[in-house]
Nanobody, 119 residues
Framework: QVHLVESGGGLVQPGGSLRLSCSSSGSIFSFNAISWYRQAPRKERELVAS???????GYRDSVKGRFTVSRDNATNTVILQMNSLKPEDTAVYYC?????????????WGQGTQVTVSS
């Protein structure tokens, strides 16, 4: 069983930065991709950023140029560096790991970490 644990959330003023971490109980190299999602109150969960095993990254338009996703295979951690934060970035941020095998597709979720951007 894979366990993902997010950390690094908190309260920050607009324009500030936060660094979220997603720590995996297993090797992150075993996953085809690891993604960050977020869910604001009364809104659908949305994909924020992803990084593949080969370190190809992707971002939703609203965070491009402000957020950076990276991975550290040695520590089994995926980082989401968030700069120039805006109130609309306020949400619970979740880590998701996707694994594709001959048997099918499996994905795993962390418990989430709250990010609040407010003055």
């Amino acid at each position: 069983q894979v366990h993902l644990v997010e950390s690094g959330g908190g309260l920050v003023q607009p324009g500030g930065s936060l660094r979220l971490s997603c720590s995996s109980s297993g090797s992150i190299f075993s996953f085809n991709a690891i993604s960050w999602y977020r869910q604001a109150p009364r809104k659908e969960r949305e994909l924020v950023a992803s990084i593949t095993r080969s370190e190809i990254t992707g971002y939703r338009d609203s965070v491009k140029g402000r957020f950076t996703v990276s991975r550290d295979n040695a520590t089994n951690t995926v980082i989401l560096q968030m700069n120039s934060l805006k109130p609309e970035d306020t949400a619970v941020y979740y880590c998701n790991a996707l694994r594709v095998t001959d048997s099918g597709l499996s994905d795993y979720w962390g418990q989430g970490t709250q990010v609040t951007v407010s003055s």
